[in-house]
Nanobody, 124 residues
Framework: QVQLVESGGGLVQAGNSLRLSCAASGRTFSSLTMGWFRQAPGKEREFVATIYRSGGITYSSDSVKGRFTISGDNAKNTVYLQMNSLTPEDTAVYYC?????????????????WGQGTQVTVSS
């Protein structure tokens, strides 16, 4: 069993930055594929970014590419999502997810474990 706890969300003005953190426990962190998803009001949950076993191989959605960066820290069992140049369209609840195995996973059903989510609100 893997437990995921997100933090770092909040209210920011457009153009500013936030860094989300997701602390994982219950399994060797380096064995997990980690991902970030988000769900805006009235919309379906969508893929944001993924990192393969915190080893530096990453993939991001086109909507955030060049602005958001996913990274991992094995020593802290934590994955991060650095979000720059935020816009109101980035407003959503952001979820951390973990999968045992897999490579650069982008579909929700491929992930085994989910965090509770953290709210990000970007004002114009």
């Amino acid at each position: 069993q893997v437990q995921l706890v997100e933090s770092g969300g909040g209210l920011v003005q457009a153009g500013n930055s936030l860094r989300l953190s997701c602390a994982a426990s219950g399994r060797t962190f380096s064995s997990l594929t980690m991902g970030w998803f988000r769900q805006a009001p009235g919309k379906e949950r969508e893929f944001v970014a993924t990192i393969y076993r915190s080893g530096g191989i990453t993939y991001s959605s086109d909507s955030v590419k060049g602005r958001f960066t996913i990274s991992g820290d094995n020593a802290k069992n934590t994955v991060y999502l650095q979000m720059n140049s935020l816009t109101p369209e980035d407003t959503a609840v952001y979820y951390c997810a973990a999968a045992v195995g897999g490579f650069l996973l982008r579909l929700q059903h491929e992930y085994n474990y989910w965090g509770q989510g953290t709210q990000v609100t970007v004002s114009s």
